[in-house]
């Protein structure tokens, strides 16, 4: 078992519509998480991080931590096109980037105009 | 703020050959930067944990000998990947750590597409 699974998708919804990105994790030394987009062939820009289990908002997005269940998702509301990118889950096992992370494998989301 | 910047942005080489790829903080400093190797359609995946002035720490089952890492200064670290062989063409990717008062996180570069022919 991979310590971080995630859909590979493509996942395909329509402009305007929330969109639910998840990742379960079976190593509860995980702590902190993080949502990050990777368009074509270029790195990946950090969205949303967090460290406690709940839900954090920022614009559009809301990232949403469960550590009983090991499972975090990311929403994303008034989809758009330019959202259309791979959205990548990490996490580490301490706080403040001393580690590097684990990612998941990355959801590829297509919004259709 | 918090660009790290990758160079190259793409490289061709033969076999055998070594290939150097630079990654800097271009607007803080960074104590910390990591490398990752993203292979097609799989997930990033940490290689190594590159600290300045110390000797960089590989995961398992990375070369040491064959991913040299040189982190010499608080803005730039190098990867150079030495005898490249086809089974090394990847993409690169370099983080920089970046602590603040409010953050502790780190930043991603842009890549570096490896191909070796």
């Known amino acids: 078992q991979k310590e971080v699974e995630q859909d590979p998708g493509p996942l395909s919804v329509p402009e305007g519509a929330i969109v639910s990105l998840n990742c379960t994790y079976s190593?509860?030394?995980?702590?902190?998480f993080m949502w990050y987009r990777q368009y074509s062939r270029k790195g990946p820009e950090l969205l949303m991080y967090?460290?406690?289990?709940g839900n954090k908002e920022d614009g559009r997005f809301t990232a949403q931590v469960d550590k009983s269940s090991k499972y975090i998702s990311l929403f994303i509301r008034d989809s758009q096109p330019s959202d259309s990118a791979t959205y990548l889950c990490?996490?580490?096992?301490?706080?403040?980037?001393?580690?590097?992370?684990?990612f998941g494998k990355g959801t590829h989301l297509i919004i259709q105009p | 703020g918090a660009v790290v910047s990758q160079h190259p942005s793409r490289v061709i080489c033969k076999s055998g050959t070594s290939v150097k790829i630079e990654c800097r903080s271009l607007?803080?400093?960074?104590?910390?930067m990591f490398w990752y190797r993203q292979f097609p359609k799989q997930s990033l995946m940490l290689m190594a944990t590159?600290?300045?002035?110390?000797?960089?720490?590989?995961e398992q089952g990375v070369e040491k000998d064959k991913f040299l890492i040189n982190h010499a200064s608080l803005t730039l670290s190098t990867l150079t990947v030495t005898s490249a062989h086809p089974e090394d063409s990847s993409f690169y990717i370099c983080?920089?750590?970046?602590?603040?008062?409010?953050?502790?996180?780190?930043?991603f570069g842009p890549g570096t597409r490896l191909t070796v022919l």
């Open positions: 983080s920089a750590r970046m602590v603040g008062p409010s953050t502790d996180t780190q930043y």
């Open positions: 190593n509860s030394a995980f702590q902190y």
């Open positions: 967090t460290y406690s289990s």
């Open positions: 990490a996490m580490e096992y301490s706080g403040g980037g001393a580690d590097g992370l684990t």
């Open positions: 607007d803080f400093q960074a104590t910390t």
């Open positions: 590159s600290n300045e002035g110390s000797k960089a720490t590989y």
